[in-house]
């Protein structure tokens, strides 16, 4: 699963926790159940991000506490300094991590230097409009693994279906140079003759996905999750990347207390 987790990241940059009936957006994340604990577990399975990928289906877990400033899972971790509930605009500040890989797990990646964890700190702007919220972010690397930085803005729009909640959004998400050389890169000791060297300037991705949540008791819900993410060309056009075209598809469980 960790050349998978990649993939994952790089399209559910914004989805990692679960919606509910009383959903909401806060730095930059879907959440739900404020004041509460969580834990979550469920199935994940998606197109190849790496060409020759073996593992395209896994399974992924989650748990956390989600406050009404303070929020930590194993997404990352955010406190909101600036607003609040009823405020037209949030800011809050943020760690998240970025999973690197291990480069023996798959044919095409055997021979490179591992990518290493590496782990950012950012800023978030949600601006509300009407139900639904606008959200900015920018992180840089703190960990000096790439030393980059990346950009996003997205737009998530909540919705009561009655018997579920649908959180359906679209956004657009920016790699630095830095970043997309050091995950997507091939350096020159690094090619063989299926494998060029390959260095390249930031790369712009866009992204539409939903959240789908349905209760089932006051404490446990069903959660599935689909989005989609086109790569720019400075990132898919990597010797190492399969397509432009990325979707990944979840099927969850989650429990509130």
């Known amino acids: 699963?960790?050349?998978?987790?990649?993939?994952?990241?790089?399209?559910?940059?914004s989805t990692h926790a679960m919606a509910d009936d009383n959903s909401y957006i806060r730095n930059g994340n879907i959440y739900s159940n404020q004041g509460q604990y969580f834990v979550g577990a469920g199935v994940a399975t998606g197109s190849k991000f790496f060409k020759d990928q073996d593992d395209q289906t896994g399974v992924y877990f989650n748990g956390g506490y989600h406050g009404e400033d303070f929020n930590a899972d194993l997404g990352g971790i955010n406190y909101r300094f600036f607003g609040n509930?009823?405020?037209?605009?949030?800011?809050?500040?943020?760690?998240?991590?970025?999973?690197?890989?291990?480069?023996?797990?798959?044919d095409i990646l055997k021979g490179m230097k591992e990518r290493d964890f590496s782990g950012d700190l950012g800023l978030n702007a949600d601006f509300h409009l009407g139900q639904g919220t606008l959200s900015a972010k920018f992180q840089h690397d703190i960990t000096?693994?790439?030393?980059?930085?990346?950009?996003?803005?997205?737009y998530y729009h909540p919705m009561d279906l009655g018997f579920a909640s649908l959180v359906p959004y679209a956004g657009a998400?920016?790699?630095?140079?830095?970043?997309?050389?050091?995950?997507t890169g091939v350096a020159s000791f690094e090619a063989t003759s299926k494998?060029?060297?390959y260095q390249s300037n930031g790369a712009l991705a866009f992204k539409v996905g939903y959240v789908?949540?349905?209760?089932?008791?006051?404490?446990?819900s069903l959660t599935q999750a689909t989005a989609y993410t086109h790569l720019g060309s400075n990132m898919a056009d990597s010797p190492i990347i399969d397509a432009k075209n990325q979707w990944l598809t979840t099927?969850?469980?989650?429990y509130s207390f």
Not at 88 to 93: K, R, V, Y
Request: hydrophobic share 40%.
């Open 251 to 254: 099927f969850g469980v989650n």
């Open 173 to 183: 998400h920016y790699f630095s140079n830095e970043f997309v050389n050091y995950y």
């Open 212 to 220: 789908l949540d349905i209760p089932i008791t006051e404490n446990l």
């Open 195 to 197: 494998r060029p060297a």
């Open 1 to 13: 699963m960790k050349t998978l987790c990649i993939a994952i990241s790089a399209i559910l940059m």
């Open 85 to 106: 509930n009823d405020s037209a605009i949030n800011f809050s500040a943020y760690m998240v991590a970025n999973p690197g890989f291990d480069t023996d797990s798959e």
């Open 144 to 154: 000096g693994a790439y030393d980059g930085y990346q950009a996003d803005i997205t």
